[in-house]
């Protein structure tokens, strides 16, 4: 009898431990207007350029930022453009909407992504149909698409370990992404030598490492993605002059 009074002591003693949270976001120091231009090789040759730009705005009086990526066709030998435009509350950095549209010489998909208190929304439009999917909010949901520019906000710091939940709204799905900051790194670009802190992103066996520039506002500067055999790597960084311009509702 006290030994089952001791292993119930133990279980309860362990249930009631609090769950290991989100590390709080330290948003860096966005520059309004900031321009990242970057190089995407597959196997050493170009075959992509994308384009990152960062927009301080505000949407019904709350204060937010607005990214624009846009991935475009540099070598390859047919038509091809990725654009997608998110926000995020500026300070607690929580998601707001995306949308995306990915197009082909042969095929076009749009899709709209809405974050409310209640539920996140999904839209996506094919040449085959429209199709829609609710899904109930979790802690810490956020698109794939929105993670390069999140992960600035986390505090680099070897070793932390958490968990998010990933939206792939083109898949109309979700999954668990797990991350891990690894060490420190230098990393070449054409703008120099930059010491980088590699953070890992996990999903399902597929391993993504991202690298942020130590000192603030945290540029991204490379990501290397071995399964695609491709690493992005940044060649061009300036301000410009911002010309936010949101859909309408």
Known sequence: MKLKLIFLLLFLAVCSQPQKSLPEFTPPGWIDGETSVFSVRRNDSLVFRRTITVELDEEAGEPVLVFRSVVESESAPFFFLDSTIFTLTRYTLKPCWLYRTVASEISISEVEVTFDSDA?????????????????????????????????????????????????????????VQVKVLGTRLVTTPLGEILCREIETATRGRTVRLLYELADPHRLIAIRDEENSTETVLSQFFIQEPQTTLPEE
């Open 120 to 176: 996140i929304t999904l839209q996506k439009n094919t040449i085959d149909g429209t199709s829609k999917l609710t899904l109930k909010p979790l802690p810490y949901s956020y698109c794939m698409e929105m993670l390069p520019m999140l992960l600035r906000a986390v505090p680099l710091d070897p070793g932390l370990k958490f968990t998010l939940s990933g939206i792939i709204p083109l898949e109309m799905r979700t999954q668990p």
